[in-house]
């Protein structure tokens, strides 16, 4: 119970920030949004007694019916709730205080950038917030390979384009595909970003007395890799290790101790899996 409150205390955060982002940065500005809040804008602009988050709502229906099968029943009803949530905040907020125009590629940025963290924060949480979230979920299950980030650009390319017509103005798009770039950037970063792990390969002549303070005073795994220099011909001894972001001084300065001349390549690693670092998760995105 204390983990589903704390996960859906991220989530509700997650979509008041995401309403916070639309009344503060995009809606005052006319900049347009992708996925199903964009649309609601569309349809707000063209018939604006009708409120964006009663449209957002609307719209999902179909959509939620429609990925019903194929998203578990886990996404669907954290994703029902991060929609309302967000419905709700977008209208609450824009009642409570309208905030002003800005300068549009400032609110595009900033806004963009606040719209990333938000979905980082729902979609971490095995959520999403409605719309072509849930597309680019399953799209995802077709392309699993590729970021969610760049999914979500296939169905709020579509909307940023219906955009442009309602509002009348091209720039309203081109802000709005600016933002959304930002956004989603933002977005993998908060995903996928700050798995910050790194594997070391070290060529050493000292391989043998290296791999010994790595495992018994360091306690890391070490690995033996079967090389051969290709210049020399001799066999050679690599040692792979995956150690986080915080450890690669302390790597660093053993090797450079016992062996100042090892040849040392340190690389980024995502998604590392196994003791010490992470699990594998069915449904992670």
């Known amino acids: 119970m204390k983990e589903k409150l704390k996960c859906y205390g991220i989530i509700a955060l997650g979509s008041v920030i995401f309403g916070l982002a639309f009344d503060w940065f995009f809606d005052p500005n006319q900049v347009a949004m992708g996925g199903i809040t964009g ?3 569309v349809i707000n602009a063209l018939l604006p007694a009708i409120p964006v988050g ?3 709502i609307v719209l999902n229906v179909p959509l939620f019916i429609a990925g019903w099968r194929y998203i578990g029943f886990h996404l669907l009803a954290s994703s029902l709730f991060s929609m309302a949530v967000s419905s709700v905040a977008i209208d609450l907020i824009a009642v409570v205080y309208p905030f002003g125009p800005m300068d549009p590629m400032l609110a595009t940025l900033c806004g963009g950038a606040l719209m990333g963290l938000s979905l980082g924060m729902v979609f971490s949480q095995g959520a999403t917030t409605g719309g072509t979230d849930i597309v680019a979920r399953l799209l995802k299950l077709r392309w699993p390979w590729l970021p969610l980030g760049k999914l979500i650009l296939v169905p709020d390319g579509v909307v940023l384009a219906l955009a442009a017509l309602a509002f009348g103005r091209v720039e309203a798009a081109l802000y709005g595909a600016v933002g959304l770039f930002v956004a989603t950037r933002v977005m ?8 910050t792990s790194k594997v070391a390969y070290i060529i050493s002549d000292q391989w043998e007395a290296l791999a010994q303070v790595l495992l018994k005073e360091q306690d890391r795994g070490v690995t033996i890799l079967r090389g051969q220099g290709a210049y020399t011909g001799r066999d050679k001894q690599v040692l792979m290790v995956a150690f986080k972001q915080r450890d690669i001084v302390q790597i660093k300065h053993t090797v450079h101790k016992l062996d100042p001349s090892a040849f040392l390549i340190v690389c980024d690693a995502h998604d590392v899996l196994g003791e010490g670092f992470g699990d594998y998760q069915k449904e992670e995105i």
């Open 39 to 41: 649309l609601a804008q």
């Open 54 to 56: 009663v449209l957002t």
């Open 188 to 195: 993998d970063t908060v995903l996928y970003g700050l798995d």
